[in-house]
């Protein structure tokens, strides 16, 4: 599970620290998000054990958390409210109807998970490479502002007191890491407010006042099997939700992973992730749990607070388990105000504060992407933010090099020379025949592709339809460094064209 060798007793000391402060931090998170699925808090909370256990097992990135999250629960409101109309209904009403909704979730977190799986054994993990640059800071200054605006919501009908508690915690979590590593700042703010809070009798709100954890108390995740498993009607209602809880769970854990290394300066596993992530929510889905997926804020916690290793994330699930089974009474004297500091510092660190001034020198498009995309992240969705700023970048790239250049000289026997240059692909494949001349040319042509490439189909087609003109026009058209892919593939090519031998090797991308 660990490779033991590469620890020392400080990474020990380090990622057990910064395990036990996101066990913590984790808490108010599962609650607030089994909430939003309209579902009982402690959905969330095994959630959080089950999906960060098996992830910080498996996980194709060490240190990475994962969880019940706000993007997958907004997810499955729809389904919840869909699920409730059909229920209400046949009449049922109280406890019958919640355990028939709850299965109904399961079965959407299994299939959701089964999906994932899939994903990554088809090793489709490297197309997270396809997202460019601008796209990932839009999509963690939008998440940075998401976990922050997330926290307003703790305000309402709370006095100064929350306040100020908000404000020392952030100080704490600013100022400590500059005197000392030696105990990660959010575990010192969490012991010593609540030690405040609990002898001064301050008053303000309690992780107990959000959901009374003592009725969980000594409750374990148990085997359970959903009794809409095996029914196809269940099964056809909640495979649309799926879906894109599986796609969201996706992106956002792959996103994750991308910023982690980038901090980090490691690389870690697309598909090792998505086999973890979807394995875990199978788990979760048999085991009392809703789909879920990375955090970034609590993993960006784990990396500040010095938990790197695998046996961080291991602590931080554990620990969580370990306060709800045994430790509510612990637990529910917590002020949600010291939670509430600590996700503010975690969004400000979050942001990508670099990229206002990276805007300067970029591209207009680029600056378009990013900001759109923290856009759509803040005000409806991550997945159609990411696909959005995905989509945008490649049809500027596209029209960016929608156009192919040519230069010509003649050679000492009268050959003309066109020398190709950039990519003939769908873009640039309608303006192809604009470079050439084939009424004045003379009767022996060779078009050079040695600076050009042909990626496409369309740009096959192009080439294809040139010679033919040639052909017609009785010229003699010979190719140049044209590979042996895209020869193989021409159709129309008559008995004026021929090849030179020294062509490169490469694949031209046919849609069939």
């Known amino acids: 599970m660990f490779d033991l060798k590469k620890y020392t007793a400080a990474n020990i000391k380090n990622d057990i620290l910064s395990g036990l402060v996101v066990a913590v931090a984790l808490v108010p998170e599962a609650i607030a998000f089994s909430f939003i699925a309209e579902v009982s808090p402690i959905v969330g909370l095994y959630t959080a054990f089950i999906l960060g256990f098996i992830t910080a097992i498996i996980g194709g990135k060490p240190g990475m958390i994962s969880g019940a999250t706000g993007s997958v629960a907004v997810v499955l409101i729809g389904l919840t409210l869909e699920v409730n109309g059909m229920l209400k209904a046949t009449g049922l009403v109280g406890e019958d109807l919640y355990i028939h909704l709850l299965n109904y979730v399961l079965l959407a977190t299994i299939v959701t998970g089964l999906i994932q799986v899939a994903f990554g054994l088809l090793k489709l993990g490297k197309f997270i490479r396809l997202v460019p640059q601008p796209a990932l800071y839009g999509f963690v200054n939008g998440l940075a502002i998401v976990i922050a605006m997330a926290q307003f919501k703790f305000f309402e009908g709370q006095g100064s007191m929350m306040y100020i508690l908000v404000a020392i915690t952030m100080l704490i ?11 990660p700042s959010g575990l010192i703010a969490i012991v010593g407010l609540t030690l405040a809070v609990y002898f001064f009798k301050l008053d303000t709100i309690l992780v107990g006042d959000l959901a009374d954890l003592t009725e969980f108390s000594e409750q374990l995740p148990h085997l359970i099997i959903p009794e809409t498993l095996f029914s196809f009607d269940a099964l056809i209602l909640v495979l649309p939700y799926a879906v894109i809880m599986a796609l969201v769970g996706l992106i956002e854990s792959l996103l994750t992973l991308s910023v982690l290394d980038e901090m980090s300066g490691t690389r870690g596993s697309a598909n090792k992730e998505c086999v973890a992530l979807g394995v875990g929510n199978v788990t979760c889905g048999f085991f009392g749990g809703m789909a879920g ?13 010095g938990g790197l290793g695998r046996l ?3 602590t931080a699930a554990v620990g969580l388990l370990i306060l709800v089974v045994s430790m509510t009474d612990v637990l529910n004297t917590i002020p949600v105000a010291v939670l509430v500091g600590i996700m503010f510092m975690v969004a400000i660190g979050t942001f990508e504060w670099s990229s206002f001034s990276h805007m300067k020198h970029m591209p207009r498009t680029d600056a378009f992407v990013m900001t759109t995309v923290t856009i759509i992240t803040i005000f409806e969705d991550l997945a159609i933010a990411v696909i959005a ?15 192919i250049w040519s230069k010509t000289h003649t050679e000492e026997d009268g050959t003309k020379v066109y020398e190709l240059d950039g990519p003939l692909f769908f873009g640039s494949a309608t303006t192809f025949s604009d470079n050439f001349d084939i009424d004045i040319d003379p009767p022996k042509v060779v078009i050079d592709f040695k600076n050009a490439r042909v990626m496409d189909a369309s740009g096959v087609e192009a080439v ?8 017609d026009a009785g010229k003699n058209l010979l190719l140049r460094h044209l590979s042996a892919d895209c020869k193989a593939i021409l159709k ?21």
Request: aromatic letters at 12%; one cysteine or more.
């Open 464 to 471: 294809d339809a040139i010679i033919k003109k040639y052909e």
């Open 492 to 512: 129309k090519a008559g008995p004026h064209c021929s090849y030179e031998e020294d062509d490169p090797t490469y694949k031209v991308a046919i849609n069939y």
């Open 389 to 403: 700023g995905v989509i945008i970048s490649a049809l500027a790239f596209a029209w960016k090099h929608a156009r």
């Open 293 to 305: 997926c990375a955090m970034i804020g609590q993993s960006i916690i784990n990396f500040t607070s």
């Open 312 to 314: 961080s994330s291991f």
């Open 173 to 183: 979590m600013y100022v400590l890491p500059k005197l000392t590593k030696a105990i």
